[in-house]
Structure formats: structure tokens, C-alpha cells
């Protein structure tokens, strides 16, 4: 049993992206060696807004304990489950997906941690879900003048 985990953990770390369907890649989650031995793969659908919610694909494989295993999900940094649900159950030897949404609140970066439990033992996974900050006020690099002496000028505004 802990060899298995031991070469799922080292292939997963050989090949980190998987491509799905006609979507983007997703991202394969590093496995250690003594974790639950579940390989978590996720990916963030589209750009997230503050405010507005934005799905977060999560695919599971590797359920090897006949009794099958749990997953259960909790946010940080502002970031809220769109959703009341935050926790199903994974059989064994059959892979799993479940797209979940999230709400950003502004920009920054906030989390869904992703449990995973087999056979007694527990691992985590973070998923960044950011917002970015919008366009700088800033003039673009366009917007250089020349100076008498052919020197190059930025206007700015001053406060």
C-alpha cells in the first residue's frame, strides 16, 4: 500500500498537469509520501470577480480503502462557499469530480482548502482563488512628450 502511494505521489509529481475535455489544464496537487494517497487535481473556471461567483473544477482519484473516502472543503481570506454543501464521500477505484462556487469578496488572494481522508489519514490542498486589482490610473507608455532639449517627459498628476 505504501509503495503505491509512494509511486502515485512520484508520478504526480513527474507529470502536474492533466488536460480535461477541451477546457483549460488542470493543476495536479502535490501528494506526500504519509498523506490520504488521493491525488486532488483542481482548476479556477474563468477570471474571478469580487463579489461575483466563480467555479472551481475538483477531480479525485486514487480511493483504494474498500470503505471508500471523504472530502470536505473550508474557505480563508475572505474567499465563501456559494454553496451549502461541504463535504461528500468518495468510492473506491472510481474517480470523482464535483465543481464547486466560490465568492471572492475583493481583490487578493483567498483559499479553498480541500480535505481529503482514506483509511484514517488526512491531507489538504489549498486552491488560490484571486481577484486582481483593476487597471492603475497611471497614463500608458504612450503618452510621452518630448522636452526642448529632445529629453523624454511622463506627465503625472501630483495630489
Known amino acids: 500500500m505504501r509503495l503505491a502511494a509512494a509511486l502515485v505521489s512520484v508520478l504526480a509529481l513527474?507529470?502536474?498537469?492533466?488536460?480535461?475535455?477541451?477546457?483549460a489544464p488542470m493543476t495536479t496537487a502535490p501528494m506526500k509520501a504519509n498523506g490520504s494517497g488521493?491525488?486532488?487535481?483542481?482548476?479556477v473556471d474563468g477570471a474571478p470577480q469580487a463579489g461575483r461567483p466563480v467555479s472551481v473544477l475538483l477531480s479525485f482519484a486514487g480511493v483504494a480503502d474498500p470503505a471508500g473516502a471523504t472530502v470536505r472543503l473550508a474557505t480563508d481570506g475572505g474567499?465563501?462557499?456559494?454553496?451549502?454543501?461541504t463535504q461528500r464521500s468518495l468510492a473506491a477505484g472510481q474517480a470523482t469530480t464535483w465543481t464547486v462556487d466560490v465568492v471572492p469578496p475583493a481583490t487578493g488572494?483567498?483559499?479553498?482548502h480541500?480535505?481529503?481522508t482514506q483509511s484514517g489519514t488526512t491531507s489538504v490542498t489549498s486552491v488560490p482563488v484571486g481577484v486582481e486589482k483593476?487597471?492603475?490610473?497611471?497614463?500608458?507608455?504612450d503618452t510621452l512628450k518630448q522636452g526642448a532639449g529632445g529629453e523624454k517627459i511622463l506627465p503625472m498628476k501630483v495630489k
Open 134 to 141: 483593476p487597471a492603475s490610473a497611471m497614463p500608458g507608455g
Open 38 to 43: 488521493i491525488e486532488v487535481q483542481y482548476r
Open 14 to 23: 513527474a507529470a502536474p498537469l492533466v488536460v480535461q475535455g477541451a477546457g
Open 79 to 85: 474567499l465563501s462557499l456559494a454553496g451549502s454543501e
Open 114 to 116: 480541500v480535505f481529503t
Open 109 to 112: 488572494i483567498g483559499y479553498l
